[in-house]
């Protein structure tokens, strides 16, 4: 008999674990919501066609690839197989791929229901995705993504509208972030200044490793892609910037008519939100988003270490402006912008923090406890009002000692117990008992339910 096991990277929820993560999956729907987004799914799984060459080459390597159906070494590149070419034997043998995230699919949606849609088109979806990454901490190989995009225009309106979605999310989650700005077009600048425009690619890969590597690292990898120290050096000067108006004022960044293009989209955003709520914007010139298909502003969003020193963990949410996208299933001049949240990892930050509210814990508040069988008949009739008055509710289903049933009641976090004897019968109460103070009340089931309700 085999040893149950689960894939790398995956993981099975318990039920107070399901609990928190739609308590978060319950905000973000709620906040998308507000602002006037609309609900759709995709199939897990999409023609591999549709995600290979859309996340660049890091991305493609990530990509879980199907088996074709049956006998899937049927009509294999022979060539491929003899010489071990993996990249050269997939596309004989596999037709679909899990989907690596949720807006290249959304990009597919789009040019395939273009004529049942209206534009601007808002979206919001919430759905697994699958990556295979190496699994650590707050990285798995599938987890949930919550997307929200609009395709249909440039309107630089959206961008601010998703930063204001952003800072409402992690407000109402009680988590302090950051929210990092940049611009792809500022980047382009960077690369132009360097003399290194053709290698734009290579450039932001390696600068989207920063925090991770430093300086140092990047300047390898620059350096392990053909660029000499005088370019890379102009590459680390302009990166050390804080300010947009120091980028500005650049003598090799002012030549650059991409990067003076990107500055002016970035200050707009800053406009929108400088009257508003919205006061944990970053501009972060070195931030880059590794995927290929982002052409304007690009967001990421950490945890504030200022607000939470002891919280340890990568990006919480991410995205930007891909204005090519659905250009590449047949559907060109179709702007779009849109961001991510990893709900996985606001999860772990959560329970790190001890965020979750006591009754999102507590999703069964009452339990009826009965010494004999009459007194669960009587337990069933009154749970069902109960439950008609909108509370969540239990009943224990055999008459054991009281002394066992009182235990369930606390292994499972359940904070009050109705007790059912022949007295209560008698007397049409309940014995109400409260399991974190001990104390006890003989109720009505009237009174009971307004108890439950004002706890």
């Known amino acids: 008999m085999a040893k149950p096991a689960l894939p790398k990277g995956t993981r099975d929820f318990l039920p107070g674990e399901v609990n928190r993560r739609k308590y978060i999956f319950g905000i973000v729907e709620e906040v998308f919501r507000k602002y006037g987004f609309l609900p759709i799914e995709t199939p897990a799984m999409e023609a591999l066609d549709t995600l290979l060459g859309k996340y660049g080459d890091e991305g493609d390597k990530l990509l879980f690839k199907v088996l074709n159906n049956g006998d899937y070494l049927k009509d294999a590149n022979a060539d491929a197989l003899d010489q071990r070419d993996s990249n050269a034997l997939v596309r004989s043998i596999s037709k679909r791929g899990l989907r690596y995230d949720l807006t290249v699919p959304f990009a597919r949606f789009v040019v395939m229901n273009q004529n049942e849609i209206q534009l601007p088109f808002k979206r919001y979806q919430i759905q697994p995705v699958w990556r295979a990454d190496k699994p650590q901490k707050g990285r798995y190989q599938e987890f949930f993504q919550c997307d929200v995009d609009v395709v249909g225009s440039e309107s630089l309106l959206y961008e601010a509208e998703l930063v204001s979605i952003y800072h409402e999310i992690f407000k109402r989650l009680g988590i302090g972030v950051k929210i990092l700005i940049n611009n792809r077009k500022i980047l382009y600048g960077i690369a132009e200044a360097a003399g290194v425009a053709d290698r734009f690619v290579d450039m932001t890969v390696a600068i989207d490793k920063l925090d991770k590597i430093g300086e140092e690292g990047v300047s390898r990898e620059l350096l392990a892609k053909g ?136 999703a069964v508040r009452l339990i009826f406890l009965c010494f004999d069988e009459v007194g669960i008949r009587h337990a069933f009739n009154h749970a069902a009002k109960v439950r008609a008055a909108g509370l969540a509710c239990d009943v224990y289903p055999e008459a054991r000692q009281m002394k066992k049933q009182m235990n369930y009641t606390n292994n499972r976090g359940i904070p009050y117990a109705a007790i059912i004897g022949e007295n209560e019968i008698n007397t049409q109460t309940i014995m109400l008992k409260n399991m974190v103070s001990g104390e006890q009340q003989a109720v009505t089931i009237e009174e009971l339910i307004n108890l439950i309700k004002g706890a």
């Open 227 to 362: 660029m000499d120290e005088g370019q890379i050096r102009t590459i680390l000067d302009i990166l050390s910037i804080r300010q947009l108006s120091e980028l500005s004022a650049h003598a090799d960044f002012a030549k650059s008519e991409s990067g003076q293009k990107g500055l002016e989209e970035v200050n707009t955003v800053f406009d929108f939100l400088r009257n508003g709520e919205v006061h944990d914007l970053v501009f972060d010139i070195s931030l880059a988003r590794g995927l290929s298909y982002y052409t304007g502003c690009i967001f990421e969003v950490k945890v504030d270490v200022d607000i939470h020193p002891d919280i340890k963990m990568g990006s919480i949410g991410g995205g930007g402006r891909y204005d090519n996208l659905t250009g590449a299933f047949g559907l060109p001049g179709v702007s779009g912008v849109g961001v991510s949240l990893g709900a996985e990892r606001i999860y772990d930050v959560l329970n790190e923090l001890n965020g979750f509210p006591k009754e999102v814990d507590e």
